[in-house]
């Protein structure tokens, strides 16, 4: 092996292992901010990361509500005044681009920046 081989595998073991870094680097930060972002008629109603538990009463326009619950990175709705309970049955969403939708109360809740789906859709 001449001197001039020994260097070409150099160079190609560190291009190789700095695209290997950056990629899993790159796909660390898009799953770790993984947003539940609410909107209410249209209207950006907020962002709520899945990496925090919590409980969120959404108010809906028409006087309607319902309960977006965040627990173990997924978004469910729990609680709504809506008369079909839809959005209550479906089940929890984590992957980007999942959404839970309340027709009635014109309520949205979509993933962004998480992990990709698997599949389109799926139902209960």
Same mark, same amino acid.
Not at 102 to 115: A, S, T
């Given at each position: 092996?001449?001197?001039?081989?020994?260097?070409? &595998?150099?160079?190609?073991?560190?291009?190789?292992?700095?695209?290997?870094?950056?990629?899993?680097?790159?796909?660390?930060?898009? !799953?770790?901010?993984?947003?539940?972002?609410?909107?209410?008629?249209?209207?950006? *109603?907020?962002? *709520? @990361?899945?990496? $925090?538990?919590?409980?969120?009463?959404?108010?809906?326009?028409?006087?309607? *509500?319902?309960?977006?619950? &965040?627990?173990?990175?997924?978004?469910? &709705?729990?609680?709504?005044?809506?008369?079909?309970?839809?959005?209550?049955?479906?089940? @929890?969403?984590?992957? !980007?681009?999942? !959404?839970?939708?309340?027709? @009635?109360?014109?309520?949205?809740? $979509? &993933?962004?920046?998480?992990?990709?789906?698997?599949?389109?859709?799926? !139902?209960?």
């Amino acid at each position: 092996m001449k001197k001039n081989d020994v260097i070409m &595998i150099g160079i190609i073991v560190v291009i190789a292992l700095t695209t290997w870094v950056g990629v899993n680097l790159y796909g660390e930060q898009n !799953t770790k901010d993984a947003l539940a972002v609410v909107t209410v008629n249209g209207e950006v *109603y907020g962002s *709520y @990361p899945l990496s $925090e538990d919590r409980e969120v009463k959404i108010e809906a326009e028409s006087g309607g *509500y319902n309960l977006l619950i &965040i627990e173990d990175g997924a978004a469910s &709705i729990e609680e709504a005044s809506c008369p079909d309970k839809i959005c209550v049955n479906h089940k @929890p969403v984590d992957k !980007t681009g999942e !959404t839970l939708v309340c027709l @009635p109360n014109k309520v949205v809740v $979509e &993933i962004q920046n998480g992990e990709e789906a698997d599949v389109d859709a799926s !139902t209960n």
